[in-house]
Nanobody, 122 residues
Framework: QVQLVESGGGLVQAGGSLRLACVASRRTFKNYAVAWFRQAPGKERDFVAAITWSGGTIYYANSVKGRFTISRDNAKNTLYLQMNNLKPEDTAVYYC???????????????WGQGTQVTVSS
């Protein structure tokens, strides 16, 4: 069992930046692939970015490529999402997820955090 806790969300103007963090409860976090998803009101949960345990493979959704950067620090059991040039359409609850497999669909991941709200004003 892995518990995940996100932080770093907030209200930002369009063009601004935020850095999300997700702290895992177990040292075995280093063995898991981890990902960020987001869900806007009334919409499905969408893939944002994912990274393997080693950081050797990274996937991004087309909508965030060039603006968002996923990274991890296994020594700190922490996953990050640096979000730059934010747009109003990035407004959503952002969730981190973990599993022993890497994927871009929500069904891949067994472990989820509670989410952190990101609101981008125009």
């Amino acid at each position: 069992q892995v518990q995940l806790v996100e932080s770093g969300g907030g209200l930002v103007q369009a063009g601004g930046s935020l850095r999300l963090a997700c702290v895992a409860s177990r040292r075995t976090f280093k063995n898991y692939a981890v990902a960020w998803f987001r869900q806007a009101p009334g919409k499905e949960r969408d893939f944002v970015a994912a990274i393997t345990w080693s950081g050797g493979t990274i996937y991004y959704a087309n909508s965030v490529k060039g603006r968002f950067t996923i990274s991890r620090d296994n020594a700190k059991n922490t996953l990050y999402l640096q979000m730059n040039n934010l747009k109003p359409e990035d407004t959503a609850v952002y969730y981190c997820a973990a599993d022993d497999k890497l994927g871009t669909t929500s069904t891949t991941y067994d472990y989820w955090g509670q989410g952190t709200q990101v609101t981008v004003s125009s």
